[in-house]
């Protein structure tokens, strides 16, 4: 039995890697989602809204996806396998920056937003 080098794991591993959006891509991608498709909050971002920890809503959450711009490259999370987009503006009231951490689910025309800060 061969044994793989570590070049050819990562080259393996690049290639079951899903396209990732550009940011002004992943910008639309969002807000079409938001419109049309299932939006899903984590377990983690919940209770943090329902603790009133960051001093978060719901609605600043959806207003944050809505209104704002993503300014860094997506993030490749090795554990989950998928790419994560930071979404930045400010909450609702516009006072305060906020940042949502969003997964795009192109296959469920959903979006699963992991947290915000």
Request: charged share 40%; hydrophobic share 35%.
């Amino acid at each position: 039995m061969r044994r793989k080098k570590d070049s050819e794991i990562e080259k393996d591993d690049e290639e079951i890697r899903p396209s990732k959006f550009t940011q002004d891509e992943a910008k639309r991608k969002i807000r079409q989602i938001l419109r049309e498709g299932d939006t899903i909050l984590s377990d983690h971002l919940l209770k943090d809204i329902a603790a009133a920890r960051h001093g978060v809503s719901q609605q600043d959450v959806l207003f944050v996806l809505q209104n704002s711009e993503i300014i860094s490259p997506p993030e490749w999370d090795d554990k989950h396998r998928n790419w994560k987009y930071k979404v930045e503006g400010t909450d609702l009231e516009e006072e305060e920056e906020l940042r949502a951490i969003t997964i795009i689910i192109e296959e469920r025309f959903s979006i699963f937003i992991v947290t915000a800060y």
